[in-house]
């Protein structure tokens, strides 16, 4: 779970963090890593959903707790999902 945390927050970071975010919108994948499915799943995938589900406004830099926050939700999703996963893999 830890390394699952980090890895959120250098997406978060890289890719959610920055006033304008590159590809803002597409730029979380479809699969590749839990982290990705988490954040389509908690609508943390891009500056808009954001925005709509969470109240954290477009066109500014994360701040750190907003981060923290993000990160949190997304960390939450993944144990539940990994403790009652209906994803479970064959
Ligand atoms: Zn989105």
């Known amino acids: 779970m830890d390394a699952i945390r980090q890895h959120a927050r250098e997406f978060i970071d890289a890719r959610l963090a ?8 597409k730029q979380t994948p479809w ?3 839990p982290v990705f499915r988490a954040q389509h799943a908690t ?3 891009c500056r808009t959903c954001l925005q709509i589900n ?5 066109g500014h830099e994360l701040s750190p707790r907003e981060r923290a926050y993000v990160v949190d939700v997304i960390c939450r999703w993944i144990e539940i999902e990994s403790r009652h996963g209906s994803s479970r893999r064959p």
Do not use: L, N, V
């Not at 920055?18 to 919108?25: E, S, V």
């Not at 969470?54 to 477009?58: D, L, N, Q, T, V």
């Open 18 to 25: 920055p006033a304008f975010p590159a590809k803002d919108g």
């Open 31 to 33: 699969g590749g890593h």
């Open 43 to 45: 609508a943390t995938c």
């Open 54 to 58: 969470h109240g954290i406004a477009k």
